[in-house]
């Protein structure tokens, strides 16, 4: 009990909310932290739980392949990358879907860390489809990172993401979901919990022992 006493102290879970603002400047305030703060986490016990810090894409892997052909009903990645396309779920896919999948590492302020994008959620970091890079502009090697995604490198942005619940033991990696655009005039300041009104801040108090599973 001593250790675990000493541990918690020196680590101590986040406080988060559960709830979706509908505001859209508010939401830009929910579980705000600095990278540097999460990957002291275990992911394990946010799962589901959305959170926000301010930064920038510093580079895209070009280790792992930048897009995966998925599924048209299941959307999980087809068993194969090259035809016969087939679903381990849902049996063969004739045309199947052509999905964002890149890692990038982002960083704030505090420190860099490991992202990974997912389609339909990344279509929004090139601002281009995945199909289109591939089929219309014939970017259809997965090894070689097309201009459009080089050109995400070095902007400005809110992320919203989450920890990845699948990455390999000892590995903290978020997954990309969505952009709070357009930054903050603070930029790299964590909002506190005195900016939200009263009834927010009453939630956060119900909240100091154990994290609140994001639905």
Request: aromatic share 12%; glycine share 2%.
């Amino acid at each position: 009990m001593p250790k675990y006493k000493t541990m918690f102290t020196a680590n101590p879970p986040l406080q988060v909310v559960k709830q979706k603002y509908p505001d859209h400047e508010k939401e830009k305030t929910r579980n705000w932290y600095s990278l540097s703060q999460l990957i002291a986490q275990n992911p394990l016990t946010y799962k589901s739980v959305r959170f926000i810090c301010e930064g920038s894409i510093v580079s895209v892997s070009t280790n792992d392949n930048w897009y995966q052909y998925t599924c048209r009903k299941c959307k999980k990645k087809l068993m194969s990358d090259t035809p016969p396309f087939e679903c381990r779920d849902d049996g063969l896919q004739p045309e199947p879907e052509i999905s964002y999948c890149f890692r990038a590492i982002v960083a704030d302020d505090t420190t860099t860390t490991p992202f990974v994008f997912f389609s339909p959620n990344a279509d929004v970091v090139p601002n281009i489809k995945c199909s289109k890079l591939v089929k219309e502009q014939g970017y259809s090697n997965p090894k070689e990172i097309p201009p459009a995604l080089e050109s995400i490198k070095g902007k400005r942005h809110i992320f919203q993401f989450h920890f990845n619940q699948s990455s390999k033991k000892g590995i903290v990696e978020f997954v990309f979901d969505a952009f709070l655009d357009s930054p903050r005039p603070d930029t790299g300041k964590r909002p506190t919990f005195e900016d939200l009104d009263n009834t927010n801040e009453m939630d956060i108090k119900r909240q100091k022992s154990t994290p609140i599973i994001d639905e």
